[in-house]
Nanobody
Framework: VQLVESGGGVVQAGGSLRLSCAAP??????MAWYRQAPGKQRQLLAL???????NYADSVKGRFTISRDNAKNTVYLQMNSLKPEDTAVYYC??????WGQGTQVTVSS
């Protein structure tokens, strides 16, 4: 299974982006978004179950929203009120161990 992320880019602080993660077939029960900034460990940001239950890291709670469209085999990450410290490569993951290639998000101050 190959996951393909899209939607990254450069945005000013306070702006928004929506990331998408497309799978070639029915997506897994638990899907998640991670990010990795230079010199830092990969960090879990949000996850969503097949039933729509979500969980968020404290650092993004209230600003980021994970959602899924099972009919389109796609998971989304809506990111609002972006900060320069949100700059990272963002990865989609189908638990337990299938990763996308990542998409760069850069937030300028």
């Amino acid at each position: 299974v190959q996951l393909v992320e899209s939607g990254g880019g450069v945005v000013q602080a306070g702006g928004s982006l929506r990331l998408s993660c497309a799978a070639p077939r029915s997506i897994f029960s638990i899907m998640a978004w991670y990010r990795q900034a230079p010199g830092k460990q990969r960090q879990l940001l949000a996850l969503i179950t097949s039933g729509g239950i979500t969980n968020y890291a404290d650092s993004v709670k209230g600003r980021f929203t994970i959602s899924r469209d099972n009919a389109k085999n796609t998971v989304y990450l809506q990111m609002n009120s972006l900060k320069p410290e949100d700059t990272a490569v963002y990865y989609c993951k189908a638990e337990p161990s299938t990763w996308g290639q990542g998409t760069q998000v850069t937030v300028s101050s």
